[in-house]
């Protein structure tokens, strides 16, 4: 088993859909979680960084981790042709560098 | 100016030539980072440094050498290119503790015939 799952997609949805994007992991010790984003011909860049359990809400978007199911999802309000981007999950225990999911490639449709 | 540079941004070369990729920064960390990234297989990290004095191997560190010219500058090097690392390399740079976040360059992109 990979320490973290993430749906490759793609996913397709239409401008101003809620869009949920998900990661599972195995590792109980990660405690420190981010969601990047990529643009096509461009490095991730950090949308959210969250500690242990709980939700953090920025603007649209909102992560989410549920440390007990080992799952942490990231919600996109409003979604915008502009949010067109592959999403990638990242997550870090201290003593080991980060460990980041496959990413999920999300389209969205004007 | 961006804070994480790489140079080159696409590079096509032949089996068997060395090949150097190039990161500087100016965020004034002291952790930096490589990857590379596969279509399937998202990244995957080659090699990342605490600071000048120390170097550390990643999941796929063979094939590769680093060095860690001064706080801010950070290569990488294929010693006899093969097409298998054809990819799209990418420089990250952190503070503090290992979980931190990690900022990252626009990337490399390496051919390799």
């Known amino acids: 088993q990979k320490e973290v799952e993430q749906d490759p997609g793609p996913l397709s949805v239409p401008e101003g859909a809620i869009v949920s994007l998900n990661c599972t992991y195995s590792n109980s010790a990660f405690q420190y979680f981010m969601w990047y984003r990529q643009y096509s011909r461009k490095g991730p860049e950090l949308l959210m960084y969250t500690y242990s359990s709980g939700n953090k809400e920025d603007g649209r978007f909102t992560a989410q981790v549920d440390k007990s199911s080992k799952y942490i999802s990231l919600f996109i309000r409003d979604s915008q042709p502009s949010d067109s981007a592959t999403y990638l999950c990242?997550?870090?225990?201290?003593?080991?560098?980060?460990?980041f999911g496959k990413g999920t490639r999300l389209s969205v449709i004007a | 100016d961006a804070d994480v540079t790489q140079t080159p941004r696409n590079r096509i070369t032949k089996t068997g030539k060395r090949i150097m990729l190039e990161c500087s920064q100016t965020?004034?960390?002291?952790?930096m980072y490589w990857y590379r990234q596969d279509p399937g297989l998202g990244l995957r990290l080659i090699y990342y440094?605490?600071?000048?004095?120390?170097?550390n191997k990643g999941e796929i560190s063979d094939g590769y050498s680093v060095s860690r010219q001064a706080q801010a500058k950070f290569s990488l090097s294929l010693e006899s290119a093969i097409p298998n690392q054809t990819a799209l390399y990418f420089c990250?740079?952190?503070?503090?503790?290992?979980?931190?976040?990690?900022?990252f360059g626009d990337g490399t992109r390496l051919s390799i015939l």
């Open positions: 440094s605490f600071d000048v004095k120390d170097i």
């Open positions: 990250a740079t952190s503070e503090g503790q290992l979980y931190q976040p990690q900022h």
């Open positions: 990242a997550m870090g225990s201290g003593n080991t560098p980060l460990v």
């Open positions: 965020k004034g960390h002291d952790r």
